[in-house]
């Protein structure tokens, strides 16, 4: 929305910021919607490790959730560079703010 009492300079200013919020948004969102599929599919494994279901069925848990580790990996990339690009260099974005698991190894012998 552009207000006719704003130069243009000023309105095109206030679209970028705009946008640029727009775009931590989506990136938070993402961010934080993975960070919750890594939650649940951690307590999925734990039960299904409890429940003695069989090694190939909980390694392709592991796998799917090693799979969205990676995807929120990249998602904490994307949300620091985004946060750079807009100017918040000195911000509270650690490694412990959106702190993302470690990588499962999957299970060789038959420990089910």
Known sequence: ??????SPLD???????REKFSAL?????NLSSCLKEL????RRI???IGKNL???EINKMIKTFNSIREDA??????????REASGLFHSNLKADVY???????????SEK
């Open 73 to 82: 990996e990249e998602w904490r990339y994307y949300l620091t560079v985004t």
């Open 25 to 29: 948004r989506r990136i938070t969102e």
């Open 99 to 109: 702190k993302i698991p470690p990588r499962k190894k999957p299970i060789i012998k």
């Open 39 to 42: 939650d649940t599919m951690n």
């Open 46 to 48: 734990d039960e299904a």
């Open 54 to 56: 069989s090694r190939q």
């Open 1 to 6: 929305m552009s207000n006719p009492k704003n």
């Open 11 to 17: 309105n095109l200013q206030n679209e970028i910021a």
